[in-house]
């Protein structure tokens, strides 16, 4: 199977000062986007790798199984090529199940294995923006779709597109998909006879209907209704082609899930929308635990959490209410400081917590007989951990190294984990263990190419630093090879999010995965890369994500950039001249920051699509527009933003940004860049026709990367010892 790419006919736009020197370079290139990111990068001398070479190996994703089988499947990402794979117990021999060939950018999600483990159906392609325009970062004139496809898991049939849509799962029977798009419908399995209420409208009520799950017998479908300012938990009956309402009040419900029995559903139940309001992430958001008789409609509230146990938190991927086999409901909260999961039972009562301690417990999986697994950082807060709890809540055990990064466990019957699993060194993998903990097989890749410099790579160090307002940050630090003498030039790597926590190893997350490898490429090349953990992000508990006075009421996070400023500053190994940062996203916000702020401190920097304007963000339409703010604040965000202190920026900046950007508005940069261009400061532009926030193409990555190298060799490696 191939999917065409037609990205290398069209050159990118590249401004600043060695604008002349690139267009000549790229007018004699064949335009592809690899070949671009060459003219202007240093190549490898003697002894150096590249960071073709640290990104050379398959990077595996979304990690599945099914429910009554030993199967999982996964997607592989080799250098921007995704395909599926899949593997059985006990050999777990990998076998591929998709043959794409190009770098297209197109996404595998939403992967999905039948219970019995024989088909596993998935998303091809990227959503489209609001004009309705998919995905498509190679800008194939013909367009890009998002479809559900279905592919047996041991190989033995093509891949069959089943219709567009952007999720997906199977009927209890395995009979037929329950494919979300545009609205909810079902399809029949191949070779198999539809059920008589399988439609490809199956249900087309008011509201953006989301299937949630069948009830164990089949013959019920619940859904979650989104009405925009408040949401409704309607049941289809499925022969009766009838729906029922679950306790409809004024109040956003969602995350439906049927008892074990069918006879009652669970949802989560949250305030509705008033008027004017928006969602705000600084802000805890409590919630109720509700159940409905299924029969009746009738609701009861079950468990209510406390005023500041809500909040914005990142599940990755998880369910954040499960009702167990044993029947408890099983749900995520923050009550404790710190996100962890708790159990209760439906009758209400106090909850039992599954994981605890001064730590976040993050992806998780419930075992039929009532087990719980999740991956956390309870063993070590800057890593990543498994650890099982028994049905009772006790015996938190640990079940992988704690100098490892271990995530997304899935449980295949009594006797295996299957998780991703990564360190300092060993990219992310897909690994198995014994249920009880041990040593894990990596099975996929089963090795890595020749060409990876795993014997080469730091050991990144960890510590912590003290703002002038008395608040702690956190940090990992890359230091070059000893072959590096006298002072160097360092960076400050500002992640996104800023709900997001950097770990001194491979990152589980695609976009952090690159970013390590890019820490990791320019200490190779002699510089001291400290990446920030800055208040606002996750891992080190509510406090510290919900610190006050955060992004546009008053940037209280750039201190903690401040405070990486002045510790890089007193390294005896460091050049307090040539202290540079970059980062994407909010990344880019604080990079912005502090170029606007202290040129005097920050020599040049890299702002991969930022945030440049809070005034523009609360206007919505992008992620950046998830603050709550009101008109009076207004005038706050403005003087909290990179904008107010444009007339101080006298430092060098690259800018990047993909045009296709759905997170950050592509006319944050515009702005921002116009705005300096008059004031003739020293800006350089990348900007990439068609791509997306999260640079979906391999070669959009290598670009990124190597223009970033040469642009701080450029600004910050003259004069070097």
Same mark, same amino acid.
């Given at each position: 199977m191939k999917g065409r790419d037609r990205g290398n006919t069209r050159p990118w736009r590249l401004r600043g000062a060695v604008h002349a020197a690139l267009a000549l370079a790229l007018a004699f290139a064949c335009a592809g986007l690899a070949q671009a990111a060459d003219t202007h990068a240093a190549k490898p001398g003697a002894g150096e790798f590249d960071i073709a070479d640290l990104l050379s190996a398959p990077q595996p994703e979304q990690l599945v199984g099914a429910g009554d089988a030993p199967v999982i499947a996964w997607v592989s990402?080799?250098?921007?090529?995704?395909? *599926?794979?899949? #593997?059985? /117990? @006990? %050999?777990?021999?990998?076998? %591929? *199940?998709?043959?794409?060939?190009e770098d297209d950018g197109q996404l595998l999600s939403a992967l999905r294995l039948s219970r019995d483990g024989r088909w596993l159906a998935y998303v091809r392609g990227g959503g489209p923006d609001a004009a309705g325009n998919n995905s498509n970062p190679t800008g194939d004139p013909d367009g890009q779709e998002q479809a559900v496809? *279905?592919? #047996?898991?041991?190989?033995?049939?093509?891949?069959?597109?089943? &219709?567009?849509?952007?999720?997906?799962?199977?009927?209890?029977?395995?009979?037929? *998909?329950?494919? %979300?798009?545009?609205?909810?419908?079902?399809?029949? $399995?191949?070779?198999a006879t539809a059920p008589a209420w399988c439609k490809e409208a199956l249900i087309k009520t008011r509201g953006a209907n989301a299937a949630a799950g069948f009830s164990p017998d089949g013959k019920l479908l619940a859904f979650a209704s989104n009405r925009g300012d408040h949401g409704f938990i309607g049941v289809l009956d499925l022969g009766k082609r009838e729906v029922r309402w679950l306790g409809a009040d004024f109040y956003n419900d969602s995350n439906p899930v049927f008892s074990p029995d069918g006879r009652r559903v669970a949802f989560l139940r949250s305030a509705a929308n008033r008027p004017g309001e928006q969602f705000d992430l600084t802000k805890a958001n409590p919630f109720e635990i509700w159940t409905a008789d299924v029969a009746t409609g009738r609701a009861q509230k079950v468990f209510r959490s406390s005023d500041t146990a809500g909040g914005y938190a990142q599940f990755n991927g998880a369910v954040p209410l499960l009702w167990s086999r044993d029947n408890r409901l099983i749900f995520a909260s923050e009550q404790s400081g710190w996100l962890h999961w708790y159990a209760i039972v439906p009758e209400g009562g106090e909850p039992t917590s599954l994981s605890r301690g001064e730590c976040e417990a993050e992806t998780v999986a419930l075992a039929d007989d009532g087990a719980f697994v999740f991956s956390g950082n309870c063993a070590q807060i800057d890593h990543r951990q498994l650890f099982s709890v028994d049905a009772k809540g006790a015996g938190q055990t640990l079940l992988s190294a704690k100098d490892e990064i271990s995530t997304e466990p899935v449980l295949l019957g009594g006797q295996?984990?299957?998780? =991703?699993?990564?360190?300092?060194?060993?990219?992310?993998?897909i690994a198995v263990m014994p249920r009880g903990g041990g040593e894990p097989k990596r099975i996929f890749p089963a090795s890595l190419p020749a060409q990876f410099p795993i014997d080469r790579l730091v050991v990144p160090k960890t510590l912590s630093l003290r703002a002038s307002d008395g608040v702690t940050s956190h940090a990992t630090v890359f230091? @070059?090879? #000893?072959?590096?003498?006298?002072k160097r030039a360092a960076l400050i790597y500002v992640h996104g999010g800023p709900i997001r926590q950097m770990l001194p190893g491979w990152h589980y997350s695609s976009y952090y995965y690159n970013d390590y490898a890019s820490n990791q490429w320019l200490a190779s090349r002699g510089y001291v890369v400290l990446a920030l953990n800055y208040r606002d992000g996750t891992g080190?508990?509510?406090?510290?994500? $919900? /610190? &006050?006075? %955060?992004?546009? =009421?008053? &940037?209280s996070e750039y201190q903690d950039v401040l405070a990486a400023q002045a510790y890089l500053a007193k390294r005896d190994d460091v050049d307090a001249r040539r202290i540079g940062i970059y980062g994407g996203s909010y990344g880019g916000f604080l990079t912005a920051s502090a170029l606007s702020r202290n040129s005097d401190l920050f020599a040049a920097g890299v702002d991969r699509h930022g945030v440049h304007d809070w005034r523009e963000s609360a206007k919505g339409g992008d992620n950046s527009g998830l603050w709550g703010l009101g008109p009076d604040e207004l005038d706050l965000a403005f003087k909290s933003s990179p904008v107010a202190f444009v007339?101080?920026?006298?430092?060098?900046v690259l800018f990047v940004h993909g045009d296709d950007d759905r997170a950050v508005k592509f006319s944050q940069s515009i702005d921002l860049v116009e705005r300096l261009r008059a004031r003739k400061a020293p800006v350089e532009t990348l900007v990439i026709p068609d791509e997306d926030h999260f640079f979906l193409r391999h070669a959009t990555w290598l670009a990124v990367h190597r223009s970033t190298m040469d642009f701080f060799r450029r600004h910050l490696q003259s004069g070097a010892d």
């Open positions: 990402n080799e250098r921007g090529v995704r395909n *599926l794979w899949s #593997a059985r /117990a @006990p %050999q777990f021999a990998p076998r %591929q *199940l998709t043959a794409f060939d496809w *279905l592919v #047996a898991s041991d190989g033995s049939s093509k891949p069959q597109r089943i &219709a567009a849509g952007r999720s997906v799962q199977f009927a209890p029977q395995g009979d037929g *998909l329950i494919v %979300q798009g545009r609205g909810v419908g079902c399809y029949p $399995l191949p070779g295996w984990i299957a998780f =991703r699993h990564a360190d300092a060194r060993r990219p992310t993998a230091e @070059p090879p #000893a072959s590096f003498k006298g080190y508990g509510q406090r510290f994500r $919900l /610190a &006050a006075k %955060q992004g546009p =009421r008053g &940037a007339d101080g920026w006298r430092s060098p």
